[in-house]
């Protein structure tokens, strides 16, 4: 498994795969310097860099998450929320023909490995609530202002 560091508004990317595709993203506390760049991360690490500076809404990688099938089935419908929208858990759970499996998609949600890339942080609470974001809820925030027609200013 390779490993890139990328730096971004929320914090330094950590970013692991290999040919097989992009394994998980993880957001660091603490800034890691970039260094080199493993050749089969090159583009993700560029996709990355290029949506954190608003140049793109929709990542074009392939991706090789480990989880259940249950999991990677919530994850697979987390890739069809367009840039810009959110949807609740609840609303989640009906596109997945369960309603009464709400709790297991937002587990599933919250061990999603791709975060940003399959994009967890616009699954909101049916009160419009940001509820549960392993990143915490201040990056999540950020990722959906970020996301919004209105733009904040950013970091950079």
């Not at 500076?53 to 929320?81: E, H, M």
């Not at 959906?144 to 209105?150: D, G, K, M, N, V």
Request: with cysteine; glycine share 8%; hydrophobic share 40%.
């Amino acid at each position: 498994m390779e490993i890139a560091y990328v730096q971004t508004p929320i914090g330094t990317a950590e970013l692991k795969g290999n040919e097989e595709g992009l394994a998980s993203i993880t957001v660091l506390e603490n800034k890691i310097p970039n260094g080199t760049i493993p050749e089969v991360l090159k583009d993700a690490a560029q996709q990355f860099q290029e949506y954190f500076k608003g140049n793109r809404t929709v990542f074009n990688l392939k991706l090789n998450p480990s989880g259940t099938d249950f999991q990677k089935k919530v994850w697979d419908a987390l890739l069809q929320i367009p840039f810009g929208k959110t949807i609740s858990y609840l609303e989640l759970s009906k596109q997945l023909g369960d309603v009464k499996a709400i709790r297991a998609v937002a587990s599933a949600n919250g061990k999603n490995p791709l975060w940003i890339v399959v994009p967890c942080h616009r699954v909101i609470g049916t009160n419009g609530d940001l509820t549960g974001y392993a990143g915490g809820l201040h990056r999540k925030k950020w990722l959906l202002e970020h996301e919004s027609p209105a733009k904040q200013t950013t970091l950079f």
